[in-house]
């Protein structure tokens, strides 16, 4: 696969002014998950939570805190690398999906 066709692609879908700007948002990507996955397991140990083996309550708190979290850690680390307001366009239609979702929900 060709490297430069995939960041081309990636700059075009996105809508990003070049690809030194895509490399920056693949960065705050790759920086988010090891970070969460650093600070992950200390959060759970403060609240006491054993995250070893499965179960139905801890996929919902594994998802309650680490999705919000990794969310926050996404617009810090795309703030650090001057891209912030491509993860807020972002972020704001997760928002707005979530938003509707739970409208229609409700009717």
């Known amino acids: 696969m060709n490297e430069e066709g995939f960041l081309k692609r990636l700059q075009q879908k996105w809508q990003l002014k070049s690809i030194w700007q895509v490399l920056l948002v693949l960065l705050a990507f790759a920086c988010t998950g090891f970070t969460v996955l650093y600070i992950k397991q200390p959060i759970?140990?403060?609240?006491?939570?054993?995250?070893?083996?499965?179960?139905?309550?801890?996929?919902?708190?594994?998802?309650?805190?680490?999705?919000?979290l990794y969310q926050i850690m996404l617009l810090f680390y795309g703030f650090l690398f001057g891209q912030f307001s491509f993860f807020w366009e972002k972020e704001k239609k997760i928002f707005k999906r979530i938003g509707a979702l739970l409208i229609r929900k409700r009717k």
Do not use: A, E, N
């Open 44 to 68: 759970f140990d403060l609240l006491g939570v054993d995250m070893s083996s499965g179960g139905f309550w801890k996929t919902v708190i594994y998802l309650l805190l680490v999705l919000p």
